[in-house]
């Protein structure tokens, strides 16, 4: 058992040394892609929601406060 997991461990190290890791810039780069990505969806969603929450309270008949 032990030397199952010896060996398990052994090969995840041999596996990682076959990684192609990013540099800097395209971790960077591919950072900045994802958060403006982020970003652009969250306002996508707040304004379908806002509208969908309006839409919904003119159809029901409710008033505008909270």
Known sequence: MISKIGKYFSSVGLEMKKVSWLSKNEMVSSTFVVA???IIVTVFLFVLDTGL????RSLLGL????
């Open 36 to 38: 403006i990505f982020s």
């Open 63 to 66: 008033g505008g406060g909270s």
């Open 53 to 56: 929450i309006g839409l919904l």
